[in-house]
């Protein structure tokens, strides 16, 4: 039978990440998975350079795993040796820091004697919120984070067609940016997220980017470019702030709808840390899709998500990665 309890573990970039999920029957149902602990340490270090500094990321996580997983064990009521399989980040991340989660998993399972898992960051967040609300394939999968502006069209559990990207900047990257240049603090989704209840959305005209254009890409430079001259002009960093938050979530929305018709898809998944945005939720709602999004906690980097990658490959009964499966900054 399939192990009762699968950890997971990420450290792609700033976020130590252990998760453990409950598999609570055999059959491919999503409520057959339950999350039994997510215990997240966030590295603020970075916090004074306006970016995340990858040499200290990965010193933190090594200082920091032991700790999160200690707290992981005890929010499940588990001991390390009720752990049936791991699963930890490969890539796509920095390699310092995906090294310390990877190789950290790897010992773990080696040492229990269990499957170890080799997981896909993008498909951890897509499982985020693909395992709320009973979802089966197929959907269409938004991942907007940090580090990433991808949609996917996901016809069965496993495969993933890209079918578009930003060809620059990420979406929660122009947060963070923005936030900076407008003096409102670092991460930057939440805090314009919060400005923008303060702004007037209308104040600072954006163009739509990549208006009128047939692929399904994303660009988010010209945005940050115009907040910065917009900026200069000496907009108000609320209005800064909703005037920009208007136009992303206009064009992440508008896209995906566009997607979602070409792909014949009715379901779509929004998943990665820009998924937390209310703007965005709202946005989203209002359309005819049926959208989901991660619970609580899922949204940004965790582990929680690499074990429910891991519990989706073990249902799906793919075989183990080999232990010398390495880490990769750009995963394809
Ligand atoms: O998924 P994540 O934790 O890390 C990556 O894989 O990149 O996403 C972090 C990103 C950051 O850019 C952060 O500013 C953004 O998600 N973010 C948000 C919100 N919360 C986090 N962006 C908009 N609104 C939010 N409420
Ligand atoms: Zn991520």
Known sequence: GLPRYVLGIDTSCDDTGVGIVELISSELAPDGVRVRAN???TQTVHAQYGGVMPELASREHVERIDGVMADALAEAGLQVSDIGAVAATSG?????ALLVGLMYGKGLAQALDVPFYAAHHLEGHIFAAASEDNLEAP?????????HTHLFDVPEVGTYILVGATRDDAAGEAFDKIARL???????????????LRGDATAVPFKEPLQGQKAFEFSFSGLKTA???????????DDLAASFQRAAVHVLVKTTRRAAEAYGRQTVVV???????TALREAFNQTNLRV??????LNTDNGAMIALAGAAALRAGRSPSPLEAGATAYAP
């Open 39 to 41: 215990c997240i340490w």
């Open 92 to 96: 796509p991340g920095l390699v310092g």
């Open 139 to 147: 959907y269409l999968a938004l991942v907007v984070s940090g580090g």
């Open 182 to 196: 407008a003096g409102l603090g670092y991460p930057g989704g939440p805090a314009i997220a919060e400005a923008a």
């Open 227 to 237: 907040a910065l001259l917009a900026h200069k002009a000496g907009a108000k960093p």
């Open 271 to 277: 998943s990665g840390g820009v998924a937390a945005n």
């Open 292 to 297: 989901v999004f991660p619970g609580k906690g």
